[in-house]
């Protein structure tokens, strides 16, 4: 378990399956990851054992203290002779989003990052108009390195998909430190 201050992240198990089928399907969270077919439970149960058995990802699922699931992190393409992975959340209940959870599990997942894995940079790639991810990003230490213009079709229209990154060095060097979840000057 990886604990944060206000969340867990704990493996993923097979019987979380079917939450994990109903938060695919929501529309409300899946319209920012780009998912575009309904998603099968034999589906669901196919990416749960690819990432199982992948050496380049790994899905943590981010859970309340009082051990309620509310969505997945992970690291992907991990890439461990450049020192590199690309990040990945979502939380998906609802009721749970913009209470800081997104933030804290990025911040427990990074230190992990950094100081077990040995990562040297962390990065990801978010939808221009996801406003709140680029925010919660950016309180995480992540910098934008670029936009990569209308490269996506989505929603009936090409967008902008905007490119961040945090080095092992500006993470531990965030104002009052990684764990500090007070908003830093400038937004996105
Ligand atoms: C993106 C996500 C992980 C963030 O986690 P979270 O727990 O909701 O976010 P946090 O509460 O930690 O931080 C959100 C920040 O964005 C701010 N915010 C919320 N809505 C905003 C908006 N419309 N515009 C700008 N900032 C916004 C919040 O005020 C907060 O900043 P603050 O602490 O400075 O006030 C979560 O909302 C989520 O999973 N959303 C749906 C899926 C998704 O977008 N995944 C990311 C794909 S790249």
Redesign the pocket.
Known sequence: MLKGSRVTLRPMERADIPTFQRWINDR???R??LVRWPISFDEETRWYEGMLQSATDRVLTIVTPDGTAI?N?GLHRIDHRHGHAEL?????EEK???????????VTLLRFAFEEMHLHRVS????EE????????E?CGFQVEGIDRESIFTTGMYINMVRMAVLEREFFALPGGPID????AG?C
Not at 181 to 184: E, I, Q, R
């Open positions: 409300s969270v899946n920012w990851l969505g992190i990945g959340i979502a939380i998906f749970y989003q913009s209470q800081g959870m997104g933030t804290d599990a990025i990801l790639t978010v939808q996801n406003r709140r991810a680029r925010r919660c990003y309180k979840l007070s908003p830093l937004t």
